[in-house]
Protein backbone atom coordinates (compact mmCIF):
# COMPACT_ATOMS: atom_id res chain seq x y z
CA UNK A 1 0.00 0.00 0.00
CA UNK A 2 2.82 2.56 1.17
CA UNK A 3 4.17 1.90 -2.85
CA UNK A 4 1.10 3.55 -4.38
CA UNK A 5 0.50 6.56 -2.23
CA UNK A 6 4.69 7.25 -2.48
CA UNK A 7 4.07 6.88 -6.46
CA UNK A 8 0.88 9.33 -6.07
CA UNK A 9 2.00 11.80 -3.79
CA UNK A 10 5.21 12.48 -6.07
CA UNK A 11 2.99 12.16 -8.87
CA UNK A 12 1.30 15.41 -7.22
CA UNK A 13 3.59 17.30 -6.35
CA UNK A 14 4.74 18.78 -9.71
CA UNK A 15 1.24 19.71 -10.12
CA UNK A 16 1.40 21.77 -6.73
CA UNK A 17 4.41 23.39 -7.92
CA UNK A 18 2.70 24.34 -10.75
CA UNK A 19 -0.19 25.81 -8.70
CA UNK A 20 2.16 27.70 -6.47
CA UNK A 21 4.11 29.43 -9.59
CA UNK A 22 0.73 30.54 -11.20
CA UNK A 23 -1.30 31.32 -8.37
CA UNK A 24 -0.82 34.77 -8.73
CA UNK A 25 -1.52 35.15 -11.76
CA UNK A 26 -5.03 33.07 -11.81
CA UNK A 27 -6.09 35.87 -9.31
CA UNK A 28 -5.01 38.51 -11.26
CA UNK A 29 -6.84 36.54 -14.02
CA UNK A 30 -10.07 35.87 -12.22
CA UNK A 31 -10.38 39.67 -11.12
CA UNK A 32 -10.28 41.01 -14.70
CA UNK A 33 -12.72 38.14 -15.80
CA UNK A 34 -15.21 39.40 -12.98
CA UNK A 35 -14.81 42.92 -14.36
CA UNK A 36 -15.50 42.07 -18.06
CA UNK A 37 -18.34 39.91 -16.49
CA UNK A 38 -20.05 43.00 -15.06
CA UNK A 39 -18.96 45.10 -18.20
CA UNK A 40 -20.77 42.71 -20.36
CA UNK A 41 -23.47 41.28 -17.93
CA UNK A 42 -25.21 44.03 -16.00
CA UNK A 43 -27.73 41.83 -14.93
CA UNK A 44 -26.26 39.16 -13.77
CA UNK A 45 -24.04 41.04 -11.34
CA UNK A 46 -27.22 43.52 -10.54
CA UNK A 47 -29.06 39.88 -9.82
CA UNK A 48 -26.11 38.70 -7.38
CA UNK A 49 -26.42 42.08 -5.86
CA UNK A 50 -29.66 42.07 -5.34
CA UNK A 51 -29.33 38.37 -3.81
CA UNK A 52 -26.69 39.71 -1.06
CA UNK A 53 -28.87 42.91 -0.63
CA UNK A 54 -31.86 40.09 0.25
CA UNK A 55 -29.62 38.24 2.23
CA UNK A 56 -28.35 41.10 4.69
CA UNK A 57 -31.65 43.33 4.80
CA UNK A 58 -33.17 40.96 7.60
CA UNK A 59 -29.70 41.26 9.86
CA UNK A 60 -30.28 45.16 9.37
CA UNK A 61 -33.25 45.33 10.43
CA UNK A 62 -33.00 43.78 13.49
CA UNK A 63 -29.63 45.54 13.87
CA UNK A 64 -30.98 48.60 13.41
CA UNK A 65 -34.19 48.60 15.65
CA UNK A 66 -32.70 48.81 18.78
CA UNK A 67 -30.97 51.97 17.48
CA UNK A 68 -34.01 53.38 16.28
CA UNK A 69 -35.65 52.54 19.75
CA UNK A 70 -32.78 54.75 21.03
CA UNK A 71 -33.30 57.61 19.01
CA UNK A 72 -36.51 57.72 20.17
CA UNK A 73 -36.20 57.21 23.60
CA UNK A 74 -34.10 60.69 23.25
CA UNK A 75 -36.34 62.42 21.36
CA UNK A 76 -39.30 61.56 23.84
CA UNK A 77 -36.62 63.06 26.55
CA UNK A 78 -35.79 65.62 24.91
CA UNK A 79 -39.75 67.06 24.32
CA UNK A 80 -40.74 66.40 27.75
CA UNK A 81 -37.74 68.93 28.79
CA UNK A 82 -39.31 70.97 26.77
CA UNK A 83 -42.57 70.65 27.95
CA UNK A 84 -41.62 70.98 31.24
CA UNK A 85 -40.04 74.30 30.77
CA UNK A 86 -43.27 75.24 28.91
CA UNK A 87 -45.23 74.35 31.80
CA UNK A 88 -42.88 76.07 33.94
CA UNK A 89 -43.14 79.26 31.72
CA UNK A 90 -47.40 78.72 31.19
CA UNK A 91 -47.80 78.30 35.06
CA UNK A 92 -45.90 82.23 35.69
CA UNK A 93 -48.03 83.69 33.46
CA UNK A 94 -51.04 82.38 34.69
CA UNK A 95 -50.18 83.58 37.95
CA UNK A 96 -49.28 86.97 36.57
CA UNK A 97 -52.03 87.16 34.45
CA UNK A 98 -54.05 86.24 37.88
CA UNK A 99 -52.85 89.09 39.60
CA UNK A 100 -53.65 91.24 36.94
CA UNK A 101 -57.28 90.22 36.98
CA UNK A 102 -57.43 91.25 40.81
CA UNK A 103 -56.07 94.48 40.18
CA UNK A 104 -58.91 95.20 37.63
CA UNK A 105 -61.29 93.65 38.93
CA UNK A 106 -60.81 96.25 42.01
CA UNK A 107 -60.22 99.11 39.70
CA UNK A 108 -63.54 98.03 38.17
CA UNK A 109 -65.13 98.16 41.49
CA UNK A 110 -63.55 101.53 42.39
CA UNK A 111 -64.94 102.74 38.44
CA UNK A 112 -68.48 101.73 39.17
CA UNK A 113 -68.37 103.19 42.78
CA UNK A 114 -67.14 106.80 41.12
CA UNK A 115 -69.30 106.33 38.46
CA UNK A 116 -72.72 106.12 40.94
CA UNK A 117 -71.52 108.45 42.88
CA UNK A 118 -70.94 110.90 40.17
CA UNK A 119 -75.14 110.72 39.49
CA UNK A 120 -76.19 111.21 43.05
CA UNK A 121 -78.39 113.91 43.19
CA UNK A 122 -77.10 116.93 45.68
CA UNK A 123 -77.90 120.78 45.97
CA UNK A 124 -75.58 122.38 43.78
CA UNK A 125 -74.98 124.77 46.07
CA UNK A 126 -72.87 122.20 48.73
CA UNK A 127 -69.61 120.66 48.01
CA UNK A 128 -68.82 117.45 48.05
CA UNK A 129 -65.90 115.67 50.10
CA UNK A 130 -64.91 112.01 48.77
CA UNK A 131 -64.04 109.19 50.88
CA UNK A 132 -63.19 105.80 51.42
CA UNK A 133 -65.03 103.54 54.33
CA UNK A 134 -61.87 102.07 56.47
CA UNK A 135 -63.61 100.02 59.51
CA UNK A 136 -66.74 99.29 60.36
CA UNK A 137 -68.12 99.54 63.61
CA UNK A 138 -66.09 101.24 66.90
CA UNK A 139 -66.31 103.96 69.27
CA UNK A 140 -69.04 105.13 71.68
CA UNK A 141 -71.73 104.09 69.01
CA UNK A 142 -73.53 100.49 68.05
CA UNK A 143 -73.67 101.47 64.33
CA UNK A 144 -70.93 103.85 62.43
CA UNK A 145 -68.21 103.15 60.05
CA UNK A 146 -64.93 105.27 59.68
CA UNK A 147 -63.56 107.20 57.05
CA UNK A 148 -60.47 108.23 55.76
CA UNK A 149 -61.19 112.15 55.36
CA UNK A 150 -61.57 114.37 58.26
CA UNK A 151 -60.26 117.47 59.37
CA UNK A 152 -57.43 119.12 56.29
CA UNK A 153 -59.99 118.03 53.93
CA UNK A 154 -62.75 119.94 55.23
CA UNK A 155 -64.82 117.77 56.95
CA UNK A 156 -66.73 119.06 59.90
CA UNK A 157 -69.26 116.96 62.91
CA UNK A 158 -72.53 117.10 61.71
CA UNK A 159 -71.93 117.16 58.11
CA UNK A 160 -74.09 114.82 55.82
CA UNK A 161 -72.51 111.60 54.56
CA UNK A 162 -74.26 110.14 51.27
CA UNK A 163 -73.27 107.66 48.70
CA UNK A 164 -75.40 106.55 45.12
CA UNK A 165 -77.93 105.05 46.94
CA UNK A 166 -79.08 108.07 49.62
CA UNK A 167 -78.58 109.38 53.17
CA UNK A 168 -76.00 107.01 55.39
CA UNK A 169 -75.68 109.39 57.74
CA UNK A 170 -73.87 112.30 59.61
CA UNK A 171 -70.82 112.66 60.63
CA UNK A 172 -70.52 112.48 64.66
CA UNK A 173 -66.27 112.10 65.18
CA UNK A 174 -63.63 113.92 63.24
CA UNK A 175 -59.94 113.74 63.54
CA UNK A 176 -57.29 115.63 61.49
CA UNK A 177 -57.42 112.62 58.78
CA UNK A 178 -60.36 110.36 60.15
CA UNK A 179 -63.90 110.95 60.32
CA UNK A 180 -66.63 108.64 62.00
CA UNK A 181 -70.34 108.46 60.62
CA UNK A 182 -72.97 107.83 63.17
CA UNK A 183 -75.33 105.69 60.69
CA UNK A 184 -79.43 106.95 60.24
CA UNK A 185 -79.91 102.99 62.29
CA UNK A 186 -77.93 104.07 65.31
CA UNK A 187 -80.09 104.26 68.22
CA UNK A 188 -78.62 108.33 69.02
CA UNK A 189 -79.00 109.13 65.57
CA UNK A 190 -81.94 111.69 64.49
CA UNK A 191 -82.69 113.29 61.56
CA UNK A 192 -85.53 116.43 60.37
CA UNK A 193 -87.24 114.69 57.20
CA UNK A 194 -90.25 115.00 55.05
CA UNK A 195 -92.70 112.92 53.45
CA UNK A 196 -92.40 114.02 49.94
CA UNK A 197 -96.08 112.81 49.37
CA UNK A 198 -98.00 114.25 51.98
CA UNK A 199 -95.07 117.33 52.97
CA UNK A 200 -96.29 116.52 56.64
CA UNK A 201 -92.34 116.57 58.48
CA UNK A 202 -91.21 114.32 60.89
CA UNK A 203 -87.76 112.44 62.80
CA UNK A 204 -86.02 109.77 61.93
CA UNK A 205 -85.10 108.42 64.94
CA UNK A 206 -82.74 104.70 64.97
CA UNK A 207 -83.03 101.99 67.60
CA UNK A 208 -80.15 99.84 66.58
CA UNK A 209 -82.62 98.14 64.33
CA UNK A 210 -82.31 97.87 59.95
CA UNK A 211 -85.40 99.82 59.28
CA UNK A 212 -85.31 103.18 61.67
CA UNK A 213 -88.30 104.51 62.86
CA UNK A 214 -90.36 107.57 62.13
CA UNK A 215 -91.51 109.76 64.77
CA UNK A 216 -92.94 113.33 65.66
CA UNK A 217 -95.54 113.25 63.42
CA UNK A 218 -98.32 115.29 63.02
CA UNK A 219 -101.65 114.24 64.51
CA UNK A 220 -103.64 112.77 61.82
CA UNK A 221 -100.86 112.22 59.43
CA UNK A 222 -101.48 110.62 56.18
CA UNK A 223 -98.80 108.01 56.04
CA UNK A 224 -98.72 104.61 53.54
CA UNK A 225 -96.22 102.52 52.73
CA UNK A 226 -94.06 103.07 49.83
CA UNK A 227 -94.25 107.05 50.76
CA UNK A 228 -90.40 108.78 49.67
CA UNK A 229 -88.57 110.23 52.69
CA UNK A 230 -86.17 112.73 52.15
CA UNK A 231 -84.41 115.12 54.18
CA UNK A 232 -86.26 118.28 55.49
CA UNK A 233 -83.23 121.00 55.68
CA UNK A 234 -84.84 121.98 59.06
CA UNK A 235 -82.40 123.11 61.49
CA UNK A 236 -79.54 124.25 58.62
CA UNK A 237 -77.27 121.34 59.25
CA UNK A 238 -78.29 119.29 56.43
CA UNK A 239 -79.32 119.90 52.72
CA UNK A 240 -83.08 118.97 52.39
CA UNK A 241 -84.36 116.76 49.77
CA UNK A 242 -81.24 113.96 50.22
CA UNK A 243 -83.26 110.86 49.64
CA UNK A 244 -83.30 108.71 52.86
CA UNK A 245 -85.70 105.83 52.50
CA UNK A 246 -89.17 104.47 51.71
CA UNK A 247 -92.16 104.09 54.35
CA UNK A 248 -91.93 100.09 54.49
CA UNK A 249 -94.75 99.51 57.58
CA UNK A 250 -97.35 102.08 59.59
CA UNK A 251 -98.66 99.20 61.67
CA UNK A 252 -98.49 99.08 65.29
CA UNK A 253 -94.94 99.51 65.97
CA UNK A 254 -94.93 102.54 64.48
CA UNK A 255 -93.75 103.91 61.24
CA UNK A 256 -90.83 102.25 60.01
CA UNK A 257 -88.87 103.09 57.17
CA UNK A 258 -86.94 101.26 54.73
CA UNK A 259 -83.14 103.03 54.11
CA UNK A 260 -82.24 103.17 50.22
CA UNK A 261 -78.47 102.71 51.84
CA UNK A 262 -77.27 98.96 52.00
CA UNK A 263 -75.25 98.80 54.97
CA UNK A 264 -73.43 96.09 54.12
CA UNK A 265 -72.17 97.19 51.26
CA UNK A 266 -70.54 101.02 52.13
CA UNK A 267 -67.21 101.93 50.34
CA UNK A 268 -67.04 104.70 48.85
CA UNK A 269 -69.13 107.75 50.12
CA UNK A 270 -69.35 111.51 50.27
CA UNK A 271 -69.81 113.94 52.54
CA UNK A 272 -71.72 117.15 52.27
CA UNK A 273 -70.29 119.74 53.45
CA UNK A 274 -73.49 122.53 53.19
CA UNK A 275 -73.79 126.26 53.40
CA UNK A 276 -76.96 127.54 54.64
CA UNK A 277 -77.76 130.36 52.44
CA UNK A 278 -77.65 133.43 53.53
CA UNK A 279 -79.59 136.71 52.95
CA UNK A 280 -78.38 138.94 51.26
CA UNK A 281 -78.44 142.56 51.66
CA UNK A 282 -79.73 145.35 49.37
CA UNK A 283 -78.34 149.01 48.58
CA UNK A 284 -81.47 149.98 50.56
CA UNK A 285 -80.50 147.80 53.27
CA UNK A 286 -83.61 145.51 52.90
CA UNK A 287 -82.58 141.83 53.02
Excluded: C
Excluded at 274 to 279: E, N, V
Aim: hydrophobic share 45%; net charge positive.
Amino acid sequence: MRAPQRSVLKAAVPIRNLLQRFAFVLLVGSAFALMLLGRFDNAAVERARLGIVDAFTPILDVVSRPVSAANAVVRDIGELIELRTELARVKEENERLLQWQTVARRLEAENAAFRSLLSAKIETSSFLVAARVVADAGGPFVRTVLLNAGLRDGVAKGQAVVNAEGMVGRIAEVGERSSRVLLLSDLNSRVPVVNERSGQRGVLAGDNSEWPQLVFLPNQAQVQPGDPIVTSGHGGLLPPGLPIGVVASTGDGGVRVQPLVNWHRLEFVRVVRYDLPRLEVGADGKR
